[in-house]
């Protein structure tokens, strides 16, 4: 996972589309029950406003799935709702976020193996409603606890907080793990994040670890002098914050934060 920039959200976000979000929460808000909320949300209307979003989006952010850094997103609708909108999970008793179902700060980009829930032999994982807080006690429920909303610590990852990429980091088998030293607190998040967006699933793992495999190659290339400019340039290539598993890259990249071009690449100088 890497830091999205809000802003650049933001800025691309067209006049018109803003219309049509601010009309449906409202819709959606002067709804007298649940089972019209329900209606409402499951219209073609409303995942019109999710697919405009994503189609507003530049192509720099649709490369990969904001959670895991998968390339590609195969997913009829790759926009996840972040605070889930029909129900909790982690609170038996909660109705759901629905009054961020069309609050575009609510929205991620995720492939399905993020979004939904799946269970293989080996391993089983995906967000589908799953919202677990560090702080349950402060859970918003109704549209009017917004106090309560912004104080929410979410126990996993979120790609819009910007400590929270510095967190995760991989073994050498390709395989997600908290970064060292990390506190027991930060233990878990990355321990729910690697069940809630099925980070260690074997093709993902495999996946990382051939990065592994091509960031060594690349340093024995620096180390050799053998096209070290050529070699250089791949590197911080991988490490962009657009291209696919780059994090995973920064992380077996800093394994040699002791060659001065690795320093250079990682900005650690
Ligand atoms: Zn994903």
Redesign the pocket.
Known sequence: MRWICKDEIEECLTQAWREMADNAKAELIAAPDEATRKVILKRVASSNVWREFYNLLPDSLKRK?W??E?EEIRSDMPVDHFRPKNKVEDDRLHDGYWWLAFDWQNYRC??T??NSRRVFDETEGGKACRFPLENPDERAFTPEDQAKLSNERPYFLDPFNPDDEKLLWFDNDGLPIAKPLATPEQQTKVGNSIEI?HLHESRIVRARNKVRLEVEKQIRKIKDNDDAQTAKAKLRRMVKDTEKLSRAAVVYLRAHRELPEVKDILNLV
Do not use: D, I
Request: with cysteine; glycine share 0%; aromatic share 34%.
């Open positions: 799935c959670y895991c998968a995720a492939c193996f993020c967006f």
